[in-house]
């Protein structure tokens, strides 16, 4: 598993030691340059002293400038080539002198040689490059080495640092970890960092919807259960009813009833599923263009038959070719059950018409009828679930649910529903207006 706080210490730790290291080369190299540099002043300056100064050729074995001047060699040759001095003989070094700086690479490493010529003299002096090297590689590790011991109370220190900083991260994760399904109140944002503060918004937000989302699932049991028990326990008592019937034509009476209750309860129980399946994050079908003059047409020969059994003239107002981008099976459910209610609701005799249309370049389903209407003070609220309009004398059986599973529909394409007057000035009219984005432009025939 993958820790912020060691990805952190790795990287943080890693671009330290990294950055001393070449902190020790730069030191080195520039401790190099500057020892070349003071050295080769040394030399000259040591050439220069010792050109004024007498000498008579060396006998064997002696010249040395004595105890720890094994630094340096010195070699003196008159204009003849007779060597008048060497400082330390037992150094192997080059008998012959070539003015001015130069590097010299012998049997026991490289030499740094400067010579000069001054009062029929050459004076030469010489110094091992190592002594060089030496220095400067002591001047790196007196530089290096303290940034070295601190590594590890750094390292400390870097670690503290970022568990501080990661400290309100631990207080948020405990404080999600103490909320439930039946404690989801928003996390505090109180002495939270700038940069956790997304991260926690974000999360009230999803707090919010879950609770909404739980609300709406017990909302939704409740009803269901409510709902249901109603049509079961006539059937049951339907059922009761048949069997204690005394002739055949009571009995025939009593199972006709059990037949209609059966009926109401498998529909209350289809349109609850639907209901269940239209809820946010569960109908997630791919979306695809739809031609809304094809499905009305489909919906209208779908339910002519129930539109003829009571005598009701169902039509279709199809001003041109409509498409939208949408998922076709839901958009099927939300005009069959607008139709379907408008049915249910348009006495006999009555109209029912739906319009598909292009309104503002939005595309427009609308159904409208002749039936009693639905008040302004219920136009809100017909679209909650388990809630019907105000009918008369309660002539017309339903569970509710039509105009529920509509809006559910409607909003998860993003669409406008707006109820007003139907046919004639009477009855009423539902529109469904989508939104620009989701109307396709028609195709020319």
Same mark, same amino acid.
């Given at each position: 598993m993958?820790?912020?706080?060691?990805?952190? &210490?790795?990287?943080?730790?890693?671009?330290?030691?990294?950055?001393?290291?070449?902190?020790?080369?730069?030191?080195?190299?520039r401790?190099? +340059?500057?020892? $070349?540099?003071?050295?080769?002043?040394?030399?000259?300056?040591?050439?220069?002293?010792?050109?004024?100064?007498?000498?008579?050729?060396?006998?064997?074995g002696?010249?040395?400038?004595?105890?720890?001047?094994?630094?340096?060699?010195?070699?003196?040759?008159?204009?003849?080539?007779?060597?008048?001095?060497?400082?330390?003989?037992?150094?192997?070094?080059?008998? $012959?002198?070539?003015?001015?700086?130069?590097?010299?690479?012998?049997?026991t490493?490289?030499?740094?040689?400067?010579?000069?010529?001054?009062?029929?003299?050459?004076?030469?002096?010489?110094?091992?490059?190592?002594?060089?090297?030496?220095?400067?590689t002591?001047? %790196?590790?007196?530089?290096?080495?303290?940034?070295?011991?601190?590594?590890?109370? &750094? %390292?400390?220190?870097?670690?503290?640092?970022?568990?501080?900083?990661?400290?309100?991260?631990?207080?948020?994760?405990?404080?999600?970890?103490?909320?439930?399904?039946?404690?989801?109140?928003?996390?505090?944002?109180?002495?939270?960092?700038? #940069?956790?503060?997304?991260?926690?918004?974000?999360?009230?937000?999803?707090?919010?919807?879950?609770? +909404? /989302?739980?609300?709406?699932?017990?909302?939704?049991i409740?009803?269901?259960?409510?709902?249901?028990?109603?049509?079961?326990?006539?059937?049951?008592?339907?059922? +009761?009813?048949? #069997?204690?019937?005394?002739?055949?034509?009571?009995?025939?009476?009593?199972?006709?009833?059990?037949?209609?209750?059966? +009926?109401?309860?498998?529909?209350?129980? #289809?349109?609850?599923?639907?209901?269940?399946?239209?809820?946010?994050?569960?109908?997630?079908?791919?979306? /695809?263009?739809?031609?809304?003059?094809a499905?009305?047409?489909?919906?209208?020969?779908?339910?002519?038959?129930?539109?003829?059994?009571?005598?009701i003239d169902?039509?279709?107002?199809?001003?041109?070719?409509?498409?939208?981008?949408?998922?076709?099976?839901?958009?099927?459910?939300?005009?069959? $059950?607008? @139709?379907d209610?408008?049915?249910?609701?348009?006495?006999?005799?009555?109209?029912?018409?739906?319009? @598909? /249309?292009?309104?503002?370049?939005?595309?427009?389903?609308?159904?409208?009828?002749?039936?009693?209407?639905?008040?302004?003070?219920?136009?809100?609220?017909?679209?909650?679930?388990?809630?019907?309009? $105000?009918?008369?004398?309660?002539?017309?059986?339903?569970?509710?649910?039509?105009?529920?599973?509509?809006?559910?529909?409607?909003?998860?394409?993003?669409?406008?529903?707006?109820?007003?007057?139907?046919?004639?000035?009477?009855?009423?009219?539902?529109?469904?207006?989508?939104?620009?984005?989701?109307?396709?432009?028609?195709?020319?025939?």
């Open positions: 993958k820790s912020i706080r060691r990805q952190l &210490l790795v990287w943080l730790l890693g671009g330290l030691a990294l950055a001393i290291i070449a902190a020790a080369f730069g030191t080195y190299f401790a190099r +340059q500057e020892a $070349n540099a003071l050295f080769d002043y040394q030399l000259k300056e040591m050439a220069a002293s010792l050109t004024d100064a007498p000498f008579a050729p060396a006998p064997a002696v010249g040395a400038l004595g105890p720890g001047s094994n630094a340096l060699v010195v070699q003196i040759w008159d204009r003849n080539g007779v060597q008048l001095y060497l400082s330390q003989p037992h150094r192997v070094l080059p008998q $012959n002198a070539q003015l001015g700086f130069t590097t010299v690479d012998t049997s490493g490289a030499w740094r040689v400067f010579s000069t010529l001054a009062d029929d003299q050459v004076v030469q002096v010489a110094q091992p490059m190592s002594a060089r090297r030496e220095l400067a002591s001047m %790196a590790l007196r530089t290096v080495v303290p940034l070295l011991l601190a590594l590890p109370v &750094l %390292a400390l220190l870097i670690w503290l640092t970022i568990a501080r900083g990661l400290a309100p991260l631990d207080r948020v994760a405990a404080a999600v970890e103490r909320r439930s399904p039946a404690l989801l109140e928003p996390l505090s944002e109180s002495g939270l960092p700038r #940069e956790v503060k997304p991260l926690v918004g974000a999360l009230n937000g999803l707090l919010a919807r879950l609770s +909404q /989302a739980l609300d709406a699932q017990r909302s939704f409740a009803d269901a259960a409510h709902e249901l028990r109603t049509p079961l326990t006539a059937v049951h008592l339907q059922a +009761q009813l048949a #069997e204690r019937a005394p002739n055949d034509a009571e009995r025939r009476a009593a199972l006709a009833d059990l037949k209609g209750g059966l +009926q109401r309860a498998t529909r209350l129980v #289809e349109q609850l599923l639907t209901l269940a399946r239209e809820e946010p994050g569960v109908a997630d079908r791919p979306q /695809a263009t739809i031609d809304l003059q499905l009305a047409s489909a919906v209208v020969a779908e339910l002519a038959p129930l539109a003829a059994a009571k005598r169902l039509g279709l107002n199809a001003e041109s070719p409509v498409q939208v981008h949408g998922d076709a099976e839901a958009l099927a459910t939300l005009l069959s $059950n607008l @139709v209610n408008a049915l249910r609701y348009t006495p006999e005799g009555g109209r029912v018409d739906v319009g @598909v /249309a292009i309104d503002a370049g939005r595309a427009l389903l609308s159904v409208r009828d002749s039936g009693p209407g639905i008040p302004e003070a219920d136009r809100e609220r017909v679209f909650d679930r388990f809630v019907r309009g $105000n009918v008369a004398a309660g002539a017309v059986r339903g569970s509710g649910l039509g105009l529920s599973i509509v809006k559910r529909i409607a909003e998860r394409h993003g669409a406008e529903i707006v109820v007003g007057p139907g046919l004639d000035g009477a009855g009423a009219g539902i529109s469904v207006r989508f939104p620009a984005s989701q109307t396709a432009p028609a195709a020319v025939p």
